[in-house]
């Protein structure tokens, strides 16, 4: 039976973050590593591709690396699904993670506990490693983790049953209750109208531009619910950069890296816990109205600025 958890690590143009992602694996020196390397998209990109794999193919701890490389590029999302696949066709579960995300160093062992405390259980589809609002504290809980219906991909961990359930296409939008289930998982029509408009989008689509919103509604409509530490345990730092594919600007969520506490406590229920969900809704897709709030408080602190009004708050 397995007891140990590979990692598929991301390798691609940025030799320096997969550097510093394998300095925060030594951490943890996890056994197996999965190496998905996607080739280069000009003659420009291939040395930092060969630094890339050289780096993340020679850890400094004792583990058996996988190499899964391609010649030519294939782009984000094929890689994803290709180096999933492989490490799938090999493991009941394993932790997904790409070059920029830094995890903490308690984070294997949690999610190790948690992939097999919940091996058999199909309620947990997805353990993040991520949580947007660290300081979210409900009151008479003494749980290690709760429930939640977000399913991050700052760094996370999954199972073969919930992989095997995962469709790049996601066709089955076109045929699900699409009212209701945006209904019940978003807290105000802008979450919905936007999820809806990524949806359609990534709906069989031959050149998908994303693979993330294809496992949330693969989550949704499979009604499997997130693992969410009570502690923030990955940092995405490939925000501001020139070779980012999906960030830009700064990070919006970048909460410290912290370690959980063990033994961990399990939650005596199995339920997706709302609040969390409801703070978590807020802060990615505030509502038309927390945006326009926002937006003439802005105009009104600019305007009284311009007029000397430096004290106003």
Known sequence: MQTEVPILLMAFIRPDLVKKAMERLSKFAPPILYVMGDGPRSESE????EQSRKIAMNPTWECEVIPILNDDNQGVVASFVKGMNIMFSEHEFGIYLEDDIML???FYDFAQEILLTYRDDTRIGHVNSTNFI???DPKDYE?????SEYAFEWGFATWKRMWNLYDVKMLDW???NQKKMLGEHCFNSRERKSLKRMFDLHCDNPRPLA?????LFSCLHNKALAVTPKVNMSLNVGFNRNDSTNTSGENPVANPIASCRFPLIHPSKICRDAEYDDAVSKLVSPSYLSVFSGKARNRILAAFKSLGGNKFR
Request: net charge negative.
């Open 104 to 106: 903490s160093e308690s």
């Open 134 to 136: 660290p300081h979210y």
């Open 211 to 215: 693979w993330g919103y294809q496992w």
């Open 46 to 49: 291939a040395s930092l591709c």
């Open 143 to 147: 749980g290690s983790y709760f429930f």
């Open 174 to 176: 076109r045929d699900v």
